[in-house]
């Protein structure tokens, strides 16, 4: 996360807080229909278990066996990001930015499809449910006539154009139409932490929120996105020599330095991964208080991590780059823990349900 050389501090606020409350409400949305639809399914299958992404399972029936596979599970994605940073510095160093772009245009586009046909089913399916009771009986008819017929090549449409829109959100080299790429930063990292959320076991995801804000720490500081931040800073350097910021229009204009996938604006920037894991924090608190029943362990996490990103933002005004995950991410997973307190004294929950969120 880093500032601009722009000093607006209330417009800077509300141009960090905004991007970050869509992320988290698309996050809600998202995670609740998968919830339901998932239950959905069971009622249809009682054998119907969620795909489990994790490279390691969890193993319940192996002592120790749930904090060892979360452990490695964090320790991979940990790695997947250092190894990431570190390539990405390499071809920025070598001047191969182009290049750079291709490759995440291509990653956007692929990804943008496979959500496409993954949250366009659910959130179309869910929304017919839901509504199903309220809708004319020749509107029934007309739907399942459709979901016959239709429903897989126009959610393969569907799926197809935002895939699209993935790839040339990438072919953007300006903060002209920069809109668009923010747009698809923000629903992208929703739907990357709600999926992450929703399929690992819920101690892999702590683990790896707790992982990678450390290494957010390391990398911000000293590892690669140092090196990454800092040329980004000597390019955006040069630019404003050369255009000498003559008015806002000419700066809303110039390139983007470097074609990362990065929330931009002239008053400041947030990476994709900040977008991310917030939502995966969310997530998360989505699930624990739909398996307590009750709403207050989503509120505590939702307090605790714009507490912490207000007071990152605070300490951007004496820092121009810092670590956007740790403490977002530490108060809203305190926040959590308190708020599954909360929902033990007042009767919302047990000892025993508190467990088997883990299991």
């Not at 409400?25 to 069971?42: D, G, K, P, R």
């Not at 070598?94 to 496409?116: E, H």
């Not at 140092?226 to 630019?239: M, N, P, Q, T």
Request: negative net charge; aromatic residues 14%.
């Amino acid at each position: 996360m880093s500032e601009s050389t722009i000093e607006t501090p209330e417009a800077k606020l509300r141009s960090f807080i905004q991007p970050i409350s869509f992320v988290l409400l698309i996050t809600i949305i998202l995670s609740i229909f998968t919830l339901e639809y998932y239950a959905w399914l069971q009622e249809i299958d009682p054998d119907f278990t969620p795909p489990d992404p994790s490279p390691v399972p969890e193993d319940p029936e192996d002592p120790g066996g749930i904090a060892w596979g979360a452990t490695l599970n964090m320790l991979f994605y940990v790695l997947l990001a250092f190894i990431g940073g570190l390539v990405v510095l390499i071809v920025i160093k070598k001047g191969f930015m182009q290049l750079l772009v291709y490759f995440f245009a291509a990653i956007m586009g692929f990804s943008w499809f496979i959500f496409g046909l993954f949250y366009g089913g659910i959130v179309s399916v869910m929304i017919i449910y839901l509504l199903w009771d309220f809708l004319p009986e020749i509107i029934r008819i007309w739907i399942n006539s459709l979901f016959d017929t239709l429903f897989e090549p126009l959610l393969f449409l569907f799926a197809i154009i935002l895939g699209i829109l993935g790839v040339v959100s990438f072919g953007i080299q300006s903060f002209e139409k920069i809109w668009l790429r923010n747009v698809m930063m923000i629903v992208f990292g929703a739907m990357i932490g709600s999926m992450l959320a929703i399929h690992l076991g819920l101690l892999t995801t702590l683990f790896i929120l707790i992982g990678l804000s450390l290494y957010d720490i390391y990398a911000v500081f000293r590892g690669p996105l140092k090196g990454i931040i800092d040329h980004s800073r000597e390019e955006a350097e040069l630019f404003e020599e050369k255009m000498s910021y003559q008015n806002e229009v000419e700066y809303e204009k110039g390139p983007l330095l470097p074609a990362l996938p990065v929330y931009s604006t002239p008053l400041i920037n947030i990476g994709l991964g900040d977008f991310a894991f917030f939502s995966m924090l969310i997530s998360a608190a989505v699930v624990i208080g739909n398996d307590l029943a009750n709403p207050i362990p989503l509120i505590a996490a939702l307090v605790g991590l714009f507490t912490g990103a207000i007071y990152t933002f605070k300490l951007l005004k004496k820092e121009r780059a810092l670590p956007g995950l740790p403490l977002p991410v530490f108060g809203g997973l305190g926040c959590l823990a308190l708020g599954v307190i909360i929902s033990l004294i007042l009767g919302f929950a047990t000892i025993d349900s508190i467990i088997g969120l883990f299991l």
